[in-house]
Protein backbone atom coordinates (compact mmCIF):
# COMPACT_ATOMS: atom_id res chain seq x y z
CA UNK A 1 0.00 0.00 0.00
CA UNK A 2 2.84 2.55 0.66
CA UNK A 3 4.33 2.99 -2.66
CA UNK A 4 7.80 5.22 -0.73
CA UNK A 5 8.60 1.70 0.19
CA UNK A 6 11.86 2.11 -2.07
CA UNK A 7 12.67 5.71 -0.15
CA UNK A 8 11.90 5.59 2.80
CA UNK A 9 14.93 3.40 4.44
CA UNK A 10 17.27 6.75 3.42
CA UNK A 11 14.05 8.73 5.11
CA UNK A 12 13.73 6.58 7.87
CA UNK A 13 17.53 7.17 8.72
CA UNK A 14 17.18 10.77 9.94
CA UNK A 15 14.62 10.17 12.18
CA UNK A 16 15.43 9.44 16.12
CA UNK A 17 14.12 6.32 17.89
CA UNK A 18 11.61 7.19 20.52
CA UNK A 19 9.95 3.81 21.77
CA UNK A 20 6.24 4.12 22.27
CA UNK A 21 5.78 7.45 20.39
CA UNK A 22 5.04 8.47 16.81
CA UNK A 23 8.52 9.27 15.23
CA UNK A 24 7.91 10.34 11.95
CA UNK A 25 5.59 12.09 9.88
CA UNK A 26 4.48 9.08 8.48
CA UNK A 27 3.26 7.67 12.42
CA UNK A 28 1.89 10.85 13.21
CA UNK A 29 -0.13 10.75 9.98
CA UNK A 30 -1.26 6.91 10.83
CA UNK A 31 -2.40 8.37 14.08
CA UNK A 32 -4.44 11.05 12.66
CA UNK A 33 -6.43 8.81 10.28
CA UNK A 34 -7.11 6.74 13.07
CA UNK A 35 -8.22 9.02 15.28
CA UNK A 36 -10.75 10.47 12.77
CA UNK A 37 -11.67 7.85 11.51
CA UNK A 38 -12.32 6.10 14.81
CA UNK A 39 -14.66 9.42 15.99
CA UNK A 40 -16.54 9.12 12.71
CA UNK A 41 -16.72 5.13 13.23
CA UNK A 42 -17.88 5.07 16.84
CA UNK A 43 -19.93 7.76 16.70
CA UNK A 44 -22.24 6.63 13.74
CA UNK A 45 -22.01 3.12 14.83
CA UNK A 46 -25.97 2.86 15.57
CA UNK A 47 -26.69 4.15 11.85
CA UNK A 48 -24.63 1.72 10.14
CA UNK A 49 -26.04 -1.36 8.65
CA UNK A 50 -23.10 -3.42 9.35
CA UNK A 51 -21.88 -2.38 12.76
CA UNK A 52 -18.89 -4.54 14.61
CA UNK A 53 -17.43 -3.73 17.60
CA UNK A 54 -13.98 -1.98 17.33
CA UNK A 55 -10.78 -1.17 19.07
CA UNK A 56 -9.43 1.94 17.10
CA UNK A 57 -5.63 0.52 16.19
CA UNK A 58 -3.44 -0.38 13.55
CA UNK A 59 -0.78 -2.60 12.95
CA UNK A 60 2.67 -1.87 11.13
CA UNK A 61 5.13 -4.43 9.91
CA UNK A 62 9.06 -3.53 9.82
CA UNK A 63 9.16 -6.13 6.08
CA UNK A 64 6.49 -3.33 4.33
CA UNK A 65 9.50 -1.00 3.98
CA UNK A 66 12.80 -1.19 1.87
CA UNK A 67 15.26 -1.71 4.51
CA UNK A 68 13.72 -3.37 7.73
CA UNK A 69 16.56 -3.13 9.61
CA UNK A 70 16.56 0.24 9.24
CA UNK A 71 13.28 0.95 10.43
CA UNK A 72 13.64 -1.50 13.90
CA UNK A 73 16.22 0.87 14.52
CA UNK A 74 14.09 4.21 13.85
CA UNK A 75 11.55 2.84 15.27
CA UNK A 76 13.35 1.44 18.85
CA UNK A 77 12.10 -2.25 17.97
CA UNK A 78 12.78 -5.92 18.74
CA UNK A 79 10.82 -7.29 16.58
CA UNK A 80 9.10 -6.79 13.12
CA UNK A 81 5.64 -6.61 14.24
CA UNK A 82 4.13 -3.50 16.30
CA UNK A 83 1.77 -1.15 17.29
CA UNK A 84 1.35 1.52 14.09
CA UNK A 85 -0.99 3.63 15.04
CA UNK A 86 -3.92 4.15 18.15
CA UNK A 87 -6.59 6.56 17.85
CA UNK A 88 -6.83 9.16 20.66
CA UNK A 89 -10.41 8.21 22.46
CA UNK A 90 -10.55 4.64 21.42
CA UNK A 91 -10.65 1.41 23.72
CA UNK A 92 -6.68 0.34 22.10
CA UNK A 93 -5.87 3.60 24.06
CA UNK A 94 -7.64 3.04 27.30
CA UNK A 95 -6.05 -0.06 27.06
CA UNK A 96 -2.37 1.50 27.32
CA UNK A 97 -1.87 0.58 23.85
CA UNK A 98 0.97 3.14 22.23
CA UNK A 99 2.69 3.39 19.23
CA UNK A 100 5.60 1.22 18.18
CA UNK A 101 4.74 -1.53 21.43
CA UNK A 102 6.15 -4.61 19.82
CA UNK A 103 3.63 -7.56 19.12
CA UNK A 104 4.33 -11.27 19.41
CA UNK A 105 0.49 -13.08 19.67
CA UNK A 106 -2.68 -11.50 18.25
CA UNK A 107 -5.53 -13.19 20.40
CA UNK A 108 -3.18 -16.19 21.36
CA UNK A 109 -1.75 -16.52 18.04
CA UNK A 110 2.07 -16.07 16.89
CA UNK A 111 2.48 -13.48 14.30
CA UNK A 112 4.20 -16.09 12.71
CA UNK A 113 7.19 -15.86 10.06
CA UNK A 114 8.31 -12.96 8.01
CA UNK A 115 6.57 -12.60 4.39
CA UNK A 116 8.60 -11.33 1.39
CA UNK A 117 10.35 -7.95 1.95
CA UNK A 118 7.87 -5.26 0.70
CA UNK A 119 4.80 -7.55 1.63
CA UNK A 120 1.70 -6.49 3.12
CA UNK A 121 0.53 -10.13 3.46
CA UNK A 122 1.15 -10.75 7.19
CA UNK A 123 0.30 -7.32 8.73
CA UNK A 124 -3.51 -7.69 7.03
CA UNK A 125 -3.77 -10.67 8.12
CA UNK A 126 -2.81 -10.05 11.22
CA UNK A 127 -5.33 -6.94 11.18
CA UNK A 128 -7.91 -9.01 10.03
CA UNK A 129 -6.96 -11.75 12.75
CA UNK A 130 -7.83 -8.73 15.49
CA UNK A 131 -10.83 -6.94 13.72
CA UNK A 132 -12.40 -10.36 13.85
CA UNK A 133 -11.75 -11.28 16.63
CA UNK A 134 -13.12 -8.24 18.62
CA UNK A 135 -15.92 -8.42 16.15
CA UNK A 136 -17.04 -11.75 17.69
CA UNK A 137 -15.65 -11.86 21.26
CA UNK A 138 -15.97 -8.20 21.55
CA UNK A 139 -12.85 -8.11 22.99
CA UNK A 140 -9.26 -8.99 21.53
CA UNK A 141 -5.90 -9.45 23.50
CA UNK A 142 -2.50 -8.77 22.22
CA UNK A 143 0.66 -10.48 23.81
CA UNK A 144 3.53 -8.03 23.78
CA UNK A 145 7.09 -8.32 23.75
CA UNK A 146 8.23 -9.54 27.23
CA UNK A 147 5.48 -11.63 27.31
CA UNK A 148 3.04 -9.37 28.99
CA UNK A 149 -0.80 -9.70 27.70
CA UNK A 150 -3.14 -6.46 26.98
CA UNK A 151 -6.88 -7.65 26.48
CA UNK A 152 -8.87 -4.71 24.56
CA UNK A 153 -12.59 -4.61 25.26
CA UNK A 154 -14.49 -3.54 21.89
CA UNK A 155 -16.89 -0.83 21.58
CA UNK A 156 -19.44 0.02 18.75
CA UNK A 157 -18.19 1.23 15.34
CA UNK A 158 -19.62 0.74 11.39
CA UNK A 159 -17.27 -2.04 11.09
CA UNK A 160 -15.06 -0.08 8.65
CA UNK A 161 -10.75 -0.18 8.36
CA UNK A 162 -9.67 3.15 8.42
CA UNK A 163 -5.66 3.75 6.77
CA UNK A 164 -3.36 6.17 5.40
CA UNK A 165 -2.40 4.73 1.33
CA UNK A 166 0.88 6.16 0.35
CA UNK A 167 -0.02 3.97 -3.23
CA UNK A 168 -2.86 6.19 -4.06
CA UNK A 169 -3.13 10.17 -4.17
CA UNK A 170 -6.86 10.24 -3.59
CA UNK A 171 -9.15 8.58 -1.02
CA UNK A 172 -11.66 5.65 -1.93
CA UNK A 173 -13.64 2.81 -0.08
CA UNK A 174 -14.71 -0.48 -0.19
CA UNK A 175 -17.79 -1.84 1.72
CA UNK A 176 -15.22 -2.56 4.75
CA UNK A 177 -12.14 0.09 4.37
CA UNK A 178 -12.15 3.61 3.69
CA UNK A 179 -8.56 5.28 2.68
CA UNK A 180 -7.47 8.29 1.88
CA UNK A 181 -4.19 9.12 0.13
CA UNK A 182 -0.80 10.90 1.02
CA UNK A 183 -1.08 13.63 -1.03
CA UNK A 184 -5.15 14.23 -0.98
CA UNK A 185 -3.47 14.29 3.25
CA UNK A 186 -0.81 16.75 2.57
CA UNK A 187 -3.24 18.96 0.86
CA UNK A 188 -5.61 19.66 3.53
CA UNK A 189 -3.10 21.12 5.79
CA UNK A 190 -3.67 19.26 8.46
CA UNK A 191 -7.25 20.38 9.09
CA UNK A 192 -8.72 18.03 11.31
CA UNK A 193 -12.48 18.90 10.12
CA UNK A 194 -11.39 18.91 6.32
CA UNK A 195 -9.82 15.42 6.47
CA UNK A 196 -12.90 14.41 8.93
CA UNK A 197 -15.17 15.38 5.72
CA UNK A 198 -13.13 13.31 3.33
CA UNK A 199 -13.36 10.38 5.21
CA UNK A 200 -17.27 10.78 6.15
CA UNK A 201 -17.67 11.11 2.23
CA UNK A 202 -15.89 7.73 2.03
CA UNK A 203 -17.45 6.21 4.95
CA UNK A 204 -20.98 7.00 3.23
CA UNK A 205 -19.80 5.05 0.41
CA UNK A 206 -18.98 2.46 2.60
CA UNK A 207 -22.53 2.66 4.99
CA UNK A 208 -24.27 2.46 1.89
CA UNK A 209 -22.60 -0.04 0.00
CA UNK A 210 -22.22 1.59 -2.94
CA UNK A 211 -19.57 -1.27 -4.24
CA UNK A 212 -22.41 -3.53 -4.25
CA UNK A 213 -24.83 -0.38 -6.08
CA UNK A 214 -21.66 -0.43 -8.78
CA UNK A 215 -21.31 -3.82 -9.28
CA UNK A 216 -19.83 -5.33 -13.03
CA UNK A 217 -21.81 -3.73 -15.50
CA UNK A 218 -23.42 -1.21 -13.62
CA UNK A 219 -20.98 1.84 -13.55
CA UNK A 220 -22.63 4.51 -15.64
CA UNK A 221 -22.46 7.88 -15.47
CA UNK A 222 -25.62 8.54 -14.06
CA UNK A 223 -24.69 5.99 -11.73
CA UNK A 224 -21.54 6.78 -10.07
CA UNK A 225 -22.92 10.37 -10.20
CA UNK A 226 -26.18 9.38 -7.85
CA UNK A 227 -23.51 7.22 -5.49
CA UNK A 228 -21.50 10.23 -4.81
CA UNK A 229 -24.32 12.59 -4.24
CA UNK A 230 -25.42 9.89 -1.94
CA UNK A 231 -21.99 10.16 -0.64
CA UNK A 232 -21.59 13.97 -0.33
CA UNK A 233 -25.15 14.62 1.63
CA UNK A 234 -24.71 12.02 3.96
CA UNK A 235 -21.13 12.66 4.76
CA UNK A 236 -22.24 15.81 6.86
CA UNK A 237 -24.72 13.69 8.80
CA UNK A 238 -21.82 11.52 9.44
CA UNK A 239 -19.92 14.66 10.21
CA UNK A 240 -22.47 15.99 12.23
CA UNK A 241 -22.91 12.66 14.86
CA UNK A 242 -19.35 12.93 15.52
CA UNK A 243 -18.98 16.59 16.50
CA UNK A 244 -17.44 18.15 13.20
CA UNK A 245 -18.67 20.94 11.50
CA UNK A 246 -20.35 19.88 8.32
CA UNK A 247 -19.62 23.05 6.65
CA UNK A 248 -15.82 22.20 6.48
CA UNK A 249 -16.99 19.88 3.75
CA UNK A 250 -17.88 22.63 1.57
CA UNK A 251 -14.59 24.05 2.35
CA UNK A 252 -12.56 20.62 1.47
CA UNK A 253 -14.91 20.34 -1.68
CA UNK A 254 -13.98 24.25 -2.77
CA UNK A 255 -10.30 23.38 -1.70
CA UNK A 256 -9.15 20.39 -3.31
CA UNK A 257 -11.12 19.50 -6.08
CA UNK A 258 -9.50 22.28 -8.57
CA UNK A 259 -6.65 20.53 -7.78
CA UNK A 260 -7.88 17.06 -9.13
CA UNK A 261 -8.27 15.32 -6.00
CA UNK A 262 -10.78 13.23 -4.58
CA UNK A 263 -12.63 12.91 -7.37
CA UNK A 264 -12.84 11.88 -11.16
CA UNK A 265 -12.86 14.63 -13.53
CA UNK A 266 -15.82 14.86 -15.33
CA UNK A 267 -19.81 14.42 -15.10
CA UNK A 268 -19.81 11.15 -13.04
CA UNK A 269 -18.89 13.68 -9.53
CA UNK A 270 -20.43 16.94 -10.24
CA UNK A 271 -18.90 20.56 -10.87
CA UNK A 272 -17.34 21.54 -7.23
CA UNK A 273 -20.16 24.90 -6.93
CA UNK A 274 -22.89 22.08 -7.33
CA UNK A 275 -21.00 19.57 -5.14
CA UNK A 276 -21.27 22.39 -2.28
CA UNK A 277 -24.60 23.39 -3.06
CA UNK A 278 -26.12 20.27 -2.45
CA UNK A 279 -24.48 19.55 0.70
CA UNK A 280 -25.52 23.41 2.19
CA UNK A 281 -29.09 22.29 1.05
CA UNK A 282 -28.46 18.93 2.82
CA UNK A 283 -26.73 20.55 6.22
CA UNK A 284 -30.08 22.64 6.26
CA UNK A 285 -32.33 19.85 5.98
CA UNK A 286 -30.45 17.71 8.40
CA UNK A 287 -30.60 20.65 11.02
CA UNK A 288 -34.69 21.04 10.10
CA UNK A 289 -34.89 17.14 11.81
CA UNK A 290 -35.42 16.67 15.53
CA UNK A 291 -32.33 14.13 15.35
CA UNK A 292 -29.18 13.02 13.28
CA UNK A 293 -30.66 9.63 12.84
CA UNK A 294 -29.56 9.38 9.35
CA UNK A 295 -30.76 5.76 9.20
CA UNK A 296 -34.38 6.68 9.81
CA UNK A 297 -34.05 10.65 8.31
CA UNK A 298 -31.86 10.40 5.22
CA UNK A 299 -33.47 10.57 2.14
CA UNK A 300 -31.82 8.37 -0.27
CA UNK A 301 -31.19 9.00 -4.22
CA UNK A 302 -33.81 7.57 -6.33
Same mark, same amino acid.
Given at each position: ??????? &? $?????? +?? /? *?? =??? !??? @??? %?? #???????????????????????????? &? $?????? +?? /? *?? =??? !??? @??? %?? #??????????????????????????????????????????????????? #??????????????????????????????????????????????????? #???????????????????????????????????????????????????????????????????????????????????????????????????????????????????????
Amino acid at each position: MRARLAS &L $GAALAL +AQ /P *AA =AQP !VDD @LQQ %DD #AQVQTIGWRLSHANAPYCARSAPGIGLL &L $GDVQTF +AD /P *AV =ARA !VYG @LSG %DV #AVAAVAAGSPAEAAGLAANAVVVAVDGAPVGPAPRRGSWDRVWALQSRLEQ #AAAQGGKVSLTLEGGRVVTITAAPSCGVRFFLDDAKNNAGATRSEVRIGRE #ALDQLGGDEAMIAAVLAHELAHAALDHETLLGPGKRSTDAVRRTEREADRLSVWIMANAGYPPEAALRMIRLIYPRGLLVIPGASHGKASTRAREMAAEIAVMRAQPDTNWALRFRREP
